[in-house]
């Protein structure tokens, strides 16, 4: 009862407000904030009777600040403090989440006059103690979010780690424990603010396309979706009554995620493109700031963006996206949904009509004028020209972004408006390379694991730091691979036909070994005290078997190199194209720059594997005789090299000497990779060849004494007699390269572990460990 008379009375005040477009988000019941807030302290929360739920809030106040002074007494000193600082800086946190954002009406609203601290109570409005740390957030939220990151964990840490700090230079007390619980209810507003925009955006998306909402089926508004036909197509975008019925199915909108729209690469029909215009124009309209263009030059601004091109579509989409722009100027409006789902729904609405046009003229000319002998080769031909249509159109949206954001700086550098003039876009050679680079640091360093490079090196992350266009992160987002709804995953995408790829290797090898057994089981059955005859019937075929295993296991796992597999790099390659041919030939070199940075890093740091492998499962006498060997290797190649080649190698040479004691990984991580960074990948292949020719022999035998014999060694038991002098050969040949192949697994096994952290010291395994844990025996 008490549940729906309090439902009632919402409906009722919300429906007078929806005349005025605004004020849905009602304030939360006091037991709700308090308990959230106990939550988010970690402390456990009071048993609240119906007596306790009518006293003033300055009750609550004392009751949390006893709380955190009590663990401050009973833990380390600063364990209260620390409490209430993380609780702010994580909602101030999920308030950035909603993009840039107009608060001021809000903050005067939760953290002035209607604060929660103050209900039932006669305390003045804001006490002394609390007008610093007030005046510190609210400066968070006017400013910048430098170091702040959506996408990033660990920038996000750091960032945080930094606003902890400074909130606990201020001395915990009851004032900064109001500020901090006003605060707490001023980020769930904004949070139920969220939700209620990506409802109103669901929704109307929904009325305006054939497009219905899926992936909700744990949230707590998918009742509704099943049960009303408000998420159907209309030429008509929701009534007041029936979005207030959407509102209402939120059962906790104050701590319920958001609904999440993700946009699906590589989809050419008509209502996955008209998704991807609105998704990506809505997103990166909340994000891009052009605040500093004066309100009464944002005419102009658009005007001379529009006039730089004669292309119909482009005008279009240029509209679209100053309409977004236009709503977002200021920043994300607070409690404003109902009108955003206007908005969404009318540019929805203009973007979905015109895209019909377009497909239907194109669809339909052909076939009118076509006979019925004809007309389904025409309708196949159509169908092409419509997705090659669709395809004009995501490069088209692409290309808007990309103008808005570069004449954006333009005028930012300049001080004034001028008229806009387009740089050249990236050539068809530049994408090329760009695909190349992007499949080579999605391919992983080890075949074991497909998620490493992010340790390795985060072209996302240095894209973001460096503050590279925002369409063009989006972009890579997309591509490489993420974990945020807002961006499809390609990445995750093509994983399946690189496994595929591994495991028809591996099954080719298996296949090999089992008609190699069968094999041998007709010599040895065939085999007499006369076997001469036997030897010779069988000594070809056997001949041959090996040196097709040969063929087989020298394959270095290229099938984990995205660029070498033909059906991941066509779909590699038509992304490249599709999210980055709009970017200019400027912005491609400087991306083509840093995925070559990464691209070095990565292909290096095997070397850094290797040595520190290798210096750990030595001992000091092993370790002379390699050293021995490296640099006698080396001076015999002083004459092929340039003096600053011989030079960059003999100083890494001497370096991994000087740490060959040390145990930690960390270390020589510290002090090696640095310059192995640096290095062009072919000296470092150099030194990488001189460092294992110097010493696998020594690794070689340590492994192959935990585990003698391989597969085929095995598998040939019984008929070595019978194999004749070229065989015995071919087989030596197969066994030395199988034992230098244990080392490489081992090696990288150990390379995963270090990488993730799993493993620090290295010296005390031996040889072979890993592999015969991890690995199966060829």
Known sequence: ?????????????????????????????????????????SLDPPKWSKKTQKKSSEVYINHISQKLNRLSCSKAND???????????????????????????????????????????????????????????????????????????DLTQQWAVSRVRKLKEFKMTKGTVRVAVDFHTFAMAWHCSRVYDSIAYALAISRSCHWQPRGFEDHSIIEVIEKTPIWRKSDNCATSEEYLKVLMAMENPHSAPPLEISPKLGQYDVDSCYLDILNKFNHLSQILNLTFIHE??????????????????????????????????????????????QLVFRIGSKVRNYLGIRTEKLSGSNIEKAGMAMSTKLSKTSEKTVIEEIES??????????????????????????????????????????????????????????????????????????????????????????????????????????????QTQLEAVETFYENLEFLVSKMKNKSTPSSEETKDDYSYVIQTKLKELY?????????????????????????????????????ADKLIKFLKHGHLIRRNIPVLHHVYYIMRQTNEKEKKIIFGV????????????????????????????????????????????????????????NFDEILFDSSRSILARKIDNLCKFHRIQNVLEGVEELLSEESKTMLKKITNFLSFQRVDCDIMIMAQGLMKGLITDFSSSYPGDLYMKCMKMW
Not at 14 to 41: D, K
Not at 394 to 419: A, D
Request: charge should be neutral; aromatic fraction near 12%; hydrophobic fraction near 40%.
């Open 1 to 41: 009862m008490m549940r729906a008379s309090r439902i009632n009375f919402w409906l009722g005040a919300a429906s007078q407000v929806l005349g005025c477009l605004g004020g849905l988000i009602i304030e939360p019941p006091t037991i709700e904030v308090l308990n959230n807030v106990h939550a988010s302290l």
């Open 296 to 341: 009464d030059s944002q005419y102009l601004f658009w005007k001379c963006l529009d006039s730089a091109t004669d292309d119909e579509d482009l005008k279009f989409l240029i509209e679209a996206f100053q309409d977004f722009c236009g709503y977002f100027w200021r920043g994300n409006p607070f409690d404003n949904s109902f009108k955003y789902h």
């Open 79 to 153: 364990e209260g403090p620390d409490r209430l600082a993380w609780m702010i800086v994580r909602d101030l946190s999920d308030i950035f989440h909603s993009g840039r954002i107009e608060f001021e009406k809000a903050w005067d609203k939760y953290m002035v006059k209607d604060r929660f601290s103050r209900k039932n109570s006669n305390l003045p409005n804001i006490l002394p103690e609390e007008e610093e740390i007030l005046g510190i957030l609210y400066s968070w939220l006017k400013g910048g979010r430098h170091g702040w990151s959506k996408y990033q964990r």
């Open 393 to 502: 159109f995501y490069h088209k949206t692409r290309l808007v972004m990309r103008y808005v954001e570069e004449f954006s700086q333009n005028v930012k550098q300049k001080g004034f408006i001028s008229m806009f003039h387009p740089k050249p876009r990236a050539s068809l050679a530049q994408l090329r390379h760009l695909a190349f680079l992007i499949s080579d640091h999605m391919s992983p360093l080890y075949s074991l694991d497909f998620n490493e490079e992010a340790v390795v090196y985060n072209i996302n992350k240095q894209l973001e730091i460096h503050d590279f266009p925002t369409s063009i992160q989006h972009s890579m987002l997309g591509i490489m691979g993420n974990k945020h709804y807002s961006f499809e995953n390609l990445k995750e995408s093509l994983l399946p036909s690189i496994r595929e790829a591994g």
């Open 630 to 685: 490296m640099n006698h290797k080396l001076n015999s190649l002083k004459s092929e090299m340039t003096p600053i080649e011989f030079e960059r190698l003999s100083e890494i040479s001497c370096l991994v000497q000087a740490l060959s004691k040390e145990t930690t990984y960390s270390v020589w991580n510290k002090t090696l990779l640095g310059k192995l960074s640096v290095l062009p990948h072919d000296l470092a292949m």
């Open 551 to 587: 063929q087989l296991i020298i394959k270095k796992f290229s099938h984990n190199e995205f660029q070498n597999n033909t059906v991941v790099w066509k779909q590699v390659f038509l992304a490249v194209k599709q999210e980055l041919s709009s970017s200019s030939s400027e912005n």
